[in-house]
């Protein structure tokens, strides 16, 4: 029987007596699945990491007070006319005798959170990059849903390269 290999990664073809190819469809459903859940991961960590990257290097250890001047949801509208509202967050506090106004609440955003929970008016603790006081945050630690993504992110990787390789393995063996 003529045989012709293919082999890209993990999944071979072979011709049959009348010259069609053969696909080994287990390999081959290895290799998508394990192409899927890393996707999957990655996405998911990327979705979770990027928008908190910029307060990274933000040192945020020094507790102030701060008092919210506006808590509010706006209309955003676009080209077809207002599409949906938008939070508007926006608080003031004091550091060393100079007043600042802030905005930023969670490293991942979360202002539809702050404008429920939090109407003018309200005390809270802002925390502040002594370094830099212009940055200062409400809640600097990450959420537990984004800790959640993150850490299923990391599964799903882990899982995509512990298929890849167990894929290459039974290759090999056979």
């Known amino acids: 029987m003529p045989q012709l290999a293919i ?29 899927v859940f890393f996707g ?22 020094e507790a102030v007070p701060a008092q919210v001047v506006e808590s509010r949801m706006k209309r955003r509208s676009g080209p077809w006319g207002p599409l949906r509202w938008e939070p508007v967050f ?32 309200t005390m809270l603790t802002a925390y ?5 006081p212009r940055f200062a945050m409400i809640w600097p630690d990450m959420s537990a849903d984004r800790l959640g993504r993150m850490l299923f992110g990391f599964l799903l990787l882990f899982a995509a390269v512990a298929s890849f390789y167990r894929s290459m393995e039974s290759e090999t063996q056979s």
């Open 7 to 35: 082999n890209s990664g993990s999944c071979h073809a072979r011709l049959d007596s009348k010259g069609g190819l053969i696909f080994d469809w287990r390999q081959l459903i290895e290799a998508s699945g394990a192409l």
């Open 40 to 61: 999957l991961g990655a996405w998911l960590l990327l979705a979770s990491l990027l928008p908190s990257l910029v307060h990274w290097a933000r040192d945020y250890s």
């Open 128 to 132: 502040v990059d002594a370094q830099d």
């Open 90 to 121: 926006r608080y003031r506090y004091f550091h060393e005798g100079q007043l600042f106004v802030g905005s930023a609440y969670r490293p991942d955003g979360g202002l539809a959170q702050a404008v429920q929970y939090h109407p003018p008016g």
